[in-house]
């Protein structure tokens, strides 16, 4: 791999810049500047050309720039007259002329092509000069880092440094504004120069420091690097906010520089700033008896010096060497004012800087003066390299600043060595040459090569030279190496070397460092091209390390070819040819051989065409010299390329075979006709749409890649498959048998391409089985031909070799057949692995009867326990078949309760004799499938197996009507009484309810706002007929589920004192306020079962749980039936205790009521709470404190209010209530005085006074009729007529004395009362009455009731019989 010359950008409008900056000169004597280089430029191109002919055959070859269509304006050589500067990240090209300047940025625009190419745009063009007089004479573009954390080590933005021939030296910005000027001498300024940071490469080597570097002709101006960065910052800050507030820009303090006067020499046009160095101990000792002499003594340690090299004439070149320290370096004129120290004349300076001078009456017409200037130190020439006839014309420092390239006027380019001041070596015949330096760095893999590999990469040197009388470029290795490139280009080109990169970076900032600059770059004016220099590392190498790395180049360069798209197929094979022909050491070819191989861009013939090359080529060489292992690489890479284009054309090609109806068929006929109903069924809801990705499709070609690196040789010529992910297995097997199964390709062709390459038949089985399974959904669109393709497959690999052992032992399970047993069992793709299973099952029994054939008759044994395998195999897919088609019904609601679980032999048998259970309790959540709906569901499929019985009976009369129940019954309902036929014994009624009910309480659990979950679960329990399995399962809801939750209620009821609100028992409980109300009622109703459980035990005996026959190998986890059978059996007064302080949680938050539930209980009571149910607690016994029972006696009395009170208003006022039913849950349900009558007798509470405050309460609401039926059932009927004696006076004050519109015959009646009832009246408040205006009827019953109750001998009697006097004689009136 040689040199290249790269083009990476394109300047845009160059006949713009061209006419902007020559816009005072017309086109003729654009060149009349310097006439006679130009007609030697132009008169001496022939025999120039001629004269170096020695290399005209390297530069033929090499890449050539057409120049011929350029137009006769832009050919001419108007470039060389213009100070050129590209900024080293190429983002910036500064073009300037006398007083004008072009800046070009960087741009990004699309080509023709649509690819993006970076482009150089005009972005400001302006003067310059701010002298009357004064030219450009140098220029330099400095890219300055920015300080961002996020972006350090980048460039921010790019500072242009300008010298004017006045000796000005100014600052501006890419868009052209100033931001600093300095009059630093008063000679023209010759060139600019800049010094930036570099990493060290080594310890040893002296860290340099950044500077710029200012040369006039006879001084040396250096500025400290980082004071200017600083410098240049606030600067551009200071303008931006002037400009942002409007305002003038406050003049900059001056920079701190050094000055040099340069002496000992006649002229210098060029200089280089070395940097500092430290001389060994040796040239110290040297140096000093040199200056010295004999008695010259020597300092301790030697001195730091900065070097400057220097060229022109007399001498020739210079070596300057600046003591660091010796020489105090020039403050800035602010300092020194400051600080008062300079003599007047210095100070009249400064003032001139400063604008401080303001005696303006003086020479105030007269023109503004140059500010004075500082005086240059003197420094003398070290030595030198004296040739009085030459003149150095420039001088470019090398990036490790140990070498120089120096120009002269003869034609010369001289190589220097610095460190010892030597010229070492020396070209000749290229005058007015231009030079760059390229350092390459080493590879990482030409590094492996390397003995030394663990040390740094090594970098090599190269010496650029354009020679623009012979349009050359050339590139030469260092120091002493040969010529490696050259290139033919423009004879008016710019070399553009910048020599420095990024200022403002330090050792910290530039850790991580990978800022791509561009060397050397050459500028073209007449296409406007930038090109740079590419230089393999190993062309500076000699030696078999070269060879070494001009592989890895090799390779390198056929990775860029593999990764360009735009690259011709009949081209990529040449070149991939050619490279790995050309590369000598085996394992690089190998490496590359495996690069082309896994491209996927190539085509298959490419690839086989390469491959066969090389192996070829292998072949033709002595077997000695060639490496096993790259010869083994090729042949067997040849021979899966072969492979796999015959398969793909047997693929492609429409020779199928017609199948020839075979008779032996008939069986897997009948058998696929029986399931056929229930394969559409499944086909149909796994046909719904859903999203896939294009590249997943099983329908896309296999690349050749893929096969490839599946694939396998062995040493033997075998060919195995090697197994990766499922899905590259599935592409695999899809590629072999996919067109077979369609019918599309011959199958035994197939068969025997793949068993002649040699793989073995249980891959080809696998591959075979892997394909099938997955392409369940076309599979089903056509079963009877892909069954019938795959029968023909299974025996064409049956027969194969290797396939079925000659010397299989009769009494065992044929291997063969397992494999494909263990997928089908394996599969969640229930239909693919059913018709596979029978399929498989024809084709083994035909193999098994064809062998047993030529056998004695004792060896059917083996044929039946194969055959046994088989229909057990069967059954089981069947069975799999129909329960995943019942979970894959889709949810009304949506994907309530998560996605729809895969089920597989394999999983219903690890899941244990629940698996069935467990996973139609899973369906039954997602389909929210009532309990009562569950239930007659159940109970049907019995009702239908007592009516087949009877239908079997009868001689099947009954069908037709089966038939119509089955049309009009719901098309899941039909599933799963379907499935339950199948599974009688795993999905008997018990053990499905007792899964249901599990599976509902563990999704409440996940999320305990969703009452109707914890409900539907107790509604479950409730239908379990074995009490053995109820108790079991309340027992574990109980303790896994419950007890946690009600206790956390319990104690915050007794915290808070009162039913909790909303964020409380969200908080403690983890549930809202309703939530929590649902779930006290679902444990009390929870509870109670247990309880009812508990006491039927003994009379029923303990179910006994079985499983089908083909299922009875299940080996998991128990079921909840199994587990709750083997709980113990719980304490039934400590289960009734919980009972009752569920019932008092529910009552007190359904009622909104103020109670410390736990302080109705003593303290045996306390601690009997949240105890295991199973243990056996001391509980409370005896008469309790009569305290005690007030409290439990007024919490009842406020229930039996507050239903009073939801019953008025769930009747409304409109509706009659004694006619009105009540609900049969919530605060006004019918059951609730029947509970404060339970929990009273278990409270000690008398239920009489319950009974009593009932009544009351009822006729105090104006319930009259309910009010009478609960006074039947009371038992005190003194206390009670005393009770509603007030109530009935009170009913009549309202209406006698209270009520609004009081009539003439109640103030009459009035009157007419006896004085005792009439104070009595007005005793009586009517504002205690929650409903005073009733219709007088009903008082008047009221008053006979209390006339029936009252005996006569009763204190009141005499007044209730006023009372009866005076209703009457209110209801006459009315």
């Not at 350090?152 to 004017?164: E, L, Y």
């Not at 390779?555 to 590369?583: C, F, G, Q, W, Y």
Request: proline share 6%.
């Amino acid at each position: 791999m040689s040199c290249s010359l790269v083009e990476f950008c394109r300047l845009q409008e160059l006949k713009a810049v061209r006419d902007l900056l020559f816009q005072s000169q017309r086109p003729e004597p654009a060149a009349e500047k310097n006439p006679t280089d130009n007609d030697l430029s132009w008169d001496t191109s022939d025999w120039e050309s001629a004269w170096d002919g020695g290399n005209s055959k390297e530069e033929e070859s090499a890449p050539a720039t057409t120049v011929d269509d350029e137009s006769p304006g832009q050919s001419e050589p108007w470039l060389q007259d213009c100070v050129v500067s590209l900024s080293p990240c190429s983002d910036l090209l500064v073009v300037a002329r006398e007083q004008k300047a072009v800046f070009l940025s960087a741009k990004w625009r699309t080509d023709d092509n649509g690819r993006e190419e970076m482009t150089l745009a005009v972005s400001w063009t302006g003067t310059l000069s701010a002298e009357e007089g004064e030219c450009v004479s140098s220029v330099i573009a400095i890219p300055l880092a920015s300080q961002k954390r996020s972006s350090t080590g980048r460039p921010d933005w790019t500072c242009v440094v300008v010298g004017f021939t006045s000796g000005y030296v100014r600052f501006y910005t890419e868009s052209g504004v100033l931001l600093l000027s300095q009059l630093l001498h008063e000679d023209p300024v010759l060139r600019l120069k800049c010094r930036t940071y570099e990493i060290p490469r080594h310890p040893g080597v002296t860290e340099q420091h950044e500077e710029l570097s200012i040369l006039y002709p006879a001084a040396l101006v250096t500025i400290d690097g980082f004071s200017l960065f600083q410098a240049l910052r606030a600067c551009r800050n200071q303008v931006a906010r002037a400009a942002a507030a409007g305002s003038d820009v406050v003049p900059p303090p001056p920079l701190a520089y050094k000055k040099w006067g340069l002496q000992e020499m006649d002229a210098v046009v060029d200089h280089s700033s070395v940097g500092i160095m430290t001389l060994c101990v040796f040239d110290q000792m040297k140096n000093a008896s040199n200056l010295g002499g004999f008695n010259a003594s020597v300092k301790g340690s030697p001195p730091a010096m900065s070097q400057y090299v220097t060229v022109g004439s007399g001498p020739y070149t210079g070596f300057y060497y600046a003591i660091e320290g010796s020489s105090q370096p020039l403050l800035s004129h602010v300092a020194l004012a400051v600080a008062s120290k300079l003599t007047s004349a210095l100070f009249s300076a400064a003032s001139g800087w400063l604008g401080w001078n303001k005696n303006k009456n003086e020479e105030e017409p007269a023109p503004k003066q140059k500010p004075k200037v500082e005086p240059a130190t003197p420094l003398g020439i070290r030595f030198g390299l004296p040739d009085s006839r030459r003149h150095g014309e420039s001088i470019c420092l090398s990036p490790c600043n140990t070498l120089a390239g120096v120009t002269d006027d003869f034609g010369r380019v001289t190589l220097l060595d610095l460190a010892r001041g030597i010229a070492i070596r020396m070209w000749k015949g290229y005058r007015d040459a231009q030079l760059g330096w390229l350092q390459v760095q080493e590879e990482r893999a030409d590094r492996d090569f390397s003995p030394s590999a663990s040390l740094p990469r090594r970098h090599a040197l190269f010496l650029i030279i354009y020679a623009p009388r012979r349009g050359i470029l050339e590139v030469w290795a260092m120091q002493r190496g040969p010529r490696v490139g050259a290139f033919t280009v423009g004879k008016h080109c710019r070399l553009l070397y910048a020599g420095y990169r990024l200022m403002g970076v330090n050792s910290v900032t530039s850790q991580g460092w990978q800022l791509q600059t561009q060397q050397v770059c050459l500028l073209d004016p007449g296409s406007g091209a930038l090109r740079t220099v590419n230089i393999p590392f190993h062309l500076a190498l000699s030696d078999k390390k070269s060879e070494q790395a001009k592989d890895m180049h090799l390779v390198k360069r056929l990775t860029t070819m593999l990764k360009s798209r735009d690259v011709d197929p009949d081209t990529l094979e040449s070149e991939a040819k050619s490279v790995l022909l050309e590369i000598k050491h085996p394992a690089t070819k190998k490496q590359a051989l495996e690069s082309l191989l896994s491209n996927k861009n190539i085509p298959i013939s490419c690839l086989t065409n390469v491959t066969c090359a090389l192996n070829d080529s292998l072949k033709l060489q002595a077997a000695e010299e060639v490496d096993a292992s790259l010869l083994q690489l090729c042949s067997s890479q040849l021979k899966l390329l072969r492979l796999y284009s015959d398969i793909q054309q047997l693929q492609s090609a429409a020779d199928s075979e017609a199948a020839s109806a075979n008779d032996s068929l008939e069986e897997v006929q009948d058998e696929l006709t029986r399931v056929l109903p229930t394969l559409q069924r499944y086909a149909q809801l796994t046909s719904k749409p859903s999203v896939s990705f294009a590249q997943d499709s099983p329908d896309m070609p296999l690349p050749v890649q893929a096969f490839l690196s599946q694939m396998e040789c062995t040493e033997d010529g075998e060919v195995k498959v090697v197994h990766k992910s499922d899905t590259e297995w599935n592409q695999l097997g899809n590629f072999m048998f996919w067109g077979c199964l369609c019918g599309r390709s011959s199958l035994h062709k197939v068969c025997n391409t793949l068993e002649e390459a040699g793989i073995s038949p249980q891959q080809l089985l696998f591959l075979l089985l892997s394909m099938w399974l997955r392409r369940e959904k076309e599979v089903l669109q056509k079963p009877l031909e892909t069954v019938r393709n795959l029968h023909a497959l299974l025996v064409a690999l049956s027969n194969m070799k290797g396939a079925l052992e000659d010397s299989w032992d009769p009494q065992s399970i044929s291997p063969w057949w397992q494999q494909v047993r263990c997928r089908c069992i394996q599969s969640h793709y229930s239909a693919a692995a059913l018709l596979a299973a029978l399929v498989a099952q024809h084709a083994a029994k035909a193999s098994i009867t064809s062998r047993a054939d030529s056998k004695l008759q004792s060896e059917w044994e083996a044929v039946s326990l194969e055959l046994e395998q088989w229909l057990v195999c069967v059954r089981q897919l069947e069975d799999v078949l129909v329960l995943q088609t019942l979970l894959m019904v889709s949810s009304p609601q949506g994907t309530t309760g998560g996605a729809v679980s895969q089920c597989s032999i394999k999983t219903l048998l690890e899941g244990g004799a629940g698996g069935v259970a467990d996973s139609v309790s899973k369906w039954v959540f997602r389909q929210s499938l009532a309990p009562e709906r569950l239930k007659e569901i159940l109970q049907r499929k019995e009702s239908d197996a007592l009516k087949e019985e009877q239908e079997q009976g009868e001689g099947g009369k009954a069908e037709p009507e089966k038939a119509a129940d089955q049309e009009d019954a719901d098309n899941t309902t039909e599933l799963l009484l379907a499935v339950c036929q199948r599974f009688p014994y795993s999905l008997s009624p018990d053990l499905l309810f007792a899964h249901c009910s599990w599976e509902y309480v563990v999704q409440w659990n996940k999320d305990p706002e969703e009452s109707g979950f914890l409900s539907w679960a107790v509604e479950h329990v409730k239908m379990l007929s074995s009490p053995h399995i109820q108790l079991g399962i309340c027992t574990m809801m109980w303790s896994t589920f419950i007890v946690k939750r009600l206790s956390a209620a319990a104690f915050l009821m007794e915290k808070v004192g009162k039913a909790p609100k909303d964020r409380l028992c969200r908080r403690d409980v983890g549930m809202g306020d309703k939530a929590m109300t649902s779930f006290l009622g679902c444990c009390v109703q929870l509870l109670q079962i247990l309880m009812e459980a508990d006491s039927a035990m003994e009379e029923v005996p303990v179910p006994e749980l079985s499983v089908e026959e083909v299922w009875s190998g299940a080996d998991g986890p128990a079921s909840i039936a199994e587990l709750a059978l083997e709980q113990r059996g719980v304490h039934y007064p400590l289960v009734q205790h919980h009972c009752l302080l569920a019932s008092l949680l529910h009552t007190a938050m359904t009622f909104s009521l103020k109670v410390k539930p736990l302080g109705l209980f003593d303290s045996k009571g306390k601690n009997a709470f949240f105890r295991d149910l199973t243990t056996i607690q001391l509980m409370p016994s005896g008469e309790m404190d009569p305290s005690l029972i007030l409290l439990r006696q007024e919490f009842l009395l406020r229930v039996l209010t507050g239903w009073v009170q939801a019953v008025d208003e769930a009747s409304g006022p409109a509706s009659a209530p004694s006619s009105a039913p009540l609900p049969s849950s919530g605060p006004a349900a019918d059951w609730w005085p029947s509970l404060c009558l339970e929990l009273g007798s278990l409270l000690q509470v008398n239920p009489d006074i319950l009974r009593r405050h009932l009544v009351c309460e009822l006729y105090n609401q104006g319930l009259d009729p309910r009010a009478e039926q609960v006074m039947l059932e009371v038992e005190d009927k003194d206390v009670l007529g005393s009770q509603l004696l007030v109530l009935t006076g009170q009913r009549l004050s309202y209406c006698l004395l209270h009520s609004q519109n009081q009539t003439q015959a109640a103030m009459e009646l009035l009157a007419r009362l006896p004085p005792t009832l009439c104070t009595w009246l007005k005793a009586m408040d009517p504002s205690e009455l929650r409903c005073p205006l009733l219709p007088l009827p009903q008082t008047s019953r009221l008053v006979g009731r209390l006339i029936e109750m009252l005996p006569e001998n009763h204190a009141q009697y005499s007044l209730a019989l006023h009372l009866l006097e005076a209703v009457d004689v209110l209801a006459t009136d009315d």
